[in-house]
């Protein structure tokens, strides 16, 4: 039925403007914004005429914020923003700033997009695009097969969001993901993450990165590293040169040929605003997640005592024994860091603070509870309980890595207890205050979550490294009170330890969404690096987020349906991303960190034990999953079949990846039995693999990630031909 409200509209509509075509006969649709509308308000109008003109072939459209004769009529915005639904709509409905409203009249052709703010306007644009068949990736957007005669139908929706924080991570550390992106690569991205109403961007940097300068002690901060200092050539007449197009290094584009420290910081700084300002202008609220306990290691001479992190590269120092919760130094210099990060980003929204994963200074674990037990935690709860329960539990941090990451944690809580306590240090100049979340808490401490972090912080957990993991813990969700504390997971798209392969979890995140909305969380957050494969498990959280019930086989059925208009193409996507999700799985179970992308990456596997059961396992999940591929990609037309070929000539590189470590493993065997030119023969064999490998990339590759991916896959060339001269020369030697 429709409203009455609407047929108040088109009726006033049709009596001013009256109706018109072009003189060709085509419909004209005019979009008309208020006056005086918000800047992203206005965008609005522009991206809804960009949806009619790729949906339709026979329409012409204007935007303007004077309404003019045209056959239909689109309202946008809200009876703030614009008057004239003001005084049509008389009961427009009452919504949250995240609320969309979208009415349609299709027999008086009047039509009101709009919402709870300009970003929900925005949404709401984009939500009537997706009605209309278009489709949006993280990537690109799929449009419909066809172009059709201009119509529209009766509407009359009322979205809120069944999780309010949809948060995206970017920049991080390493070549394969954002952390190589140039700005503009940024931004189209983000615009993007707008269409699948993503509503907040969290930068997550690290101490050795470009992002900020600080002074403590006389000492400055010098330190302005890449992908943990890791330098990639790609010149030379080598193979897979051709995506770099010349270039001598493999760079981020905005960082190129800068070699000072100085350099880096003011480029890191103007990156990283020109990101705020994007991700703002399109309804996004902004943070910056940091490590606070974490600094550059020519900071280890004011703070005496401390130690060089456990980690890669070892490039930070951390507190340890001489430490403690009370520190007056430590709380000067953390102080320091952070008003620098919230100086040098005035515009920042939140900042986020990671607890260490490897803490050293649990000795002090003792006399920090019992300050936080000062602040309402329960009498019966004991460290020796809290420790009990981290170490028996099943996630990957458990036993004394368990008993070590809650007593760290602990520490930790209590230093920012006092730290945070009279409010000040997140003041802006204003007298505004960044929001604060608190992220990685160790789940032990999950049922006193509200007592053991800062009044009015909010919390991001990360259970385990996986999303299968996460949902074989997923009881450790229902313990957060998140009645209480505002709570957001760290959602693992893919992550960095099965590294440089394709995965999936897909079906894991569908589970965890399920229970966040059950368990009345906030959101989420992503975590990834290589967005490849992740267009679906994307497209599924941003439907989720909006739908009570949906699950990831529905929603991702749903998505290629409409993409590729081929029901059985469909079916064979569904069992190429079953087989996906299990050939990752069975890496998750087996060797997490199989692929992890740092140097000895394949040479590591030149051990002299036999090739495991589980290779062959994996490697044909992977075969089912590239040949599905093969065979929907031949059964489609459209935008939709770029992608699966993307997706397919990615699955054969991995098979080529699977190759060349059963090479090397077989070759140490090989050695081990005595044959020497067996051996030889299976190290060429890699070499010749990991080529094919790269030229299976750069067949496809499309963006900084796939060069980058390029990129560390060619570091590789050098240490395997390095072990085949190494390895030759010692069986040579051996007779």
């Known amino acids: 039925m429709i409203d009455h409200r609407l047929t108040v509209l088109a009726v006033f509509a049709s009596a001013v403007l009256g109706n018109f075509h072009s003189a060709n006969g085509t419909d004209v649709v005019q979009i008309v914004h208020g006056e005086h509308a918000p800047k992203l308000e206005r965008f609005a109008a522009t991206e809804l005429a960009d949806v009619f ?97 201009f119509k529209l139908t009766d509407a009359n929706v ?216 000062k602040r309402g935690v329960p009498q019966d709860i004991t460290v020796e309980k809290l420790v009990k329960a981290a170490a028996n539990r099943k996630t990957t941090a458990s036993g004394k890595r368990g008993e070590q990451a809650v007593r760290g944690n602990i520490v930790a809580l209590a230093f920012f207890a006092e730290l945070f306590a009279d409010g000040k240090l997140l003041q802006r100049a204003d007298g505004s205050s960044v929001e604060l979340v608190i992220t990685q808490v160790d789940p032990a401490l999950y049922p006193v979550l509200d007592r053991v972090i800062p009044k009015g912080a909010g919390t991001l957990s990360f259970v385990d490294y996986t999303a299968r993991r996460v949902v074989e813990q997923r009881q450790l969700l229902a313990q957060v009170s998140a009645d209480k504390v505002p709570s957001q997971l760290i959602m693992t798209l893919a992550d960095d330890n099965v590294g440089l392969l394709p995965q999936s979890a897909l079906q894991s995140i569908g589970t965890l969404t399920s229970d966040l909305k059950k368990l009345g969380w906030d959101g989420f957050s992503t975590r990834y690096w290589v967005p490849a494969e992740l267009d679906p498990a994307v497209y599924f959280l941003s439907r989720s987020a909006w739908t009570k019930d949906l699950s990831a086989e529905a929603a991702f059925k749903e998505l290629w349906t409409t993409a590729t208009g081929n029901p059985s193409a469909v079916d064979r996507l569904w069992l190429a991303w079953e087989h996906l999700e299990r050939a990752t799985n069975v890496i998750d179970r087996q060797d997490l960190g199989f692929a992890f992308p740092v140097p000895g990456l394949l040479m590591k596997h030149y051990q002299q034990k036999p090739i495991p059961d589980w290779w062959k396992e994996a490697e044909d999940a992977y075969t089912q999953y590239m040949i599905e591929l093969y065979r929907a990609h031949g059964a489609i037309d459209g935008g939709a079949k770029h992608m699966l070929f993307y997706y397919a000539k990615r699955g054969e590189y991995v098979l080529e990846y699977f190759a060349a470590v059963k090479a090397i493993r077989a070759a140490a065997i090989a050695k081990q039995a005595g044959d020497t030119e067996k051996a030889l023969e299976h190290l060429e064999a890699a070499i010749e693999q990991t080529y094919n490998c790269i030229n299976t990339l750069s067949d496809v590759a499309r963006d900084q990630s796939d060069r980058g991916l390029v990129a560390v896959e ?12 190494t390895a030759g020369r010692r069986m040579i030697a051996a007779g």
């Open 158 to 373: 009322v979205l809120e969001p069944q999780l309010k924080s949809r948060t995206w991570r970017t920049i991080n550390d390493f070549a394969i993901g954002p952390e190589s992106w140039g700005l503009e690569e940024h931004k189209r991205f983000l615009r993007q993450l707008a269409k699948l109403k993503f509503n907040r961007l969290m930068l997550s940097v690290y101490p050795w990165q470009p992002f900020v300068e600080y002074e403590f002690g006389g000492v400055k901060k010098q330190t302005a590293l890449h992908w943990f200092g890791e330098e990639y050539r790609v010149d030379g007449d080598t193979v897979g040169k051709k995506v770099f197009l010349g270039q001598k290094l493999f760079e981020n584009p905005d960082f190129a040929g800068l070699t000072t420290s100085a350099e880096q910081h003011a480029a890191g700084r103007k990156h990283m605003q020109g990101l705020i300002d994007a991700a703002q202008e399109l309804g996004m609220t902004v943070g910056v997640s940091i490590s606070p306990l974490e600094f550059p290691r020519e900071f280890q001479s004011v703070l005496p005592g401390s130690k060089v992190a456990h980690q890669f590269k070892n490039l930070t120092i951390t507190p340890a024994s001489k430490q403690g919760p009370h520190d007056p130094l430590l709380k000067q210099l953390v102080t320091t860091k952070i008003r620098a990060y919230l100086e040098t980003y005035p515009k920042l929204d939140t900042l986020y603070l990671t607890l260490p994963e490897f803490p050293e200074w649990g000795q002090h674990a003792d006399a920090a509870f019992r300050m936080l037990q």
């Open 714 to 725: 060619r570091l590789r060339l050098p240490t395997i031909a390095g072990g085949i001269r």
């Open 53 to 149: 003109r790729r949906v339709f072939d026979d329409v012409d459209v204007s935007v303007s914020a004077v309404a003019a004769r045209s056959s239909t009529n689109v309202w946008i915005g809200s009876p703030t923003t614009n008057p004239r639904i003001a005084k049509l709509v008389k009961d427009w409905p009452k919504t949250s700033d995240q609320g969309i409203v979208i009415r349609s009249n299709a027999a008086l052709q009047t039509h009101v997009i709009g919402g709870g703010s300009a970003a929900a306007t925005l949404w709401a644009v984009y939500e009537f695009g997706h009605r209309l068949g278009i489709r949006s990736l993280p990537r690109g957007d799929i449009d419909p097969l066809k172009k059709r005669p």
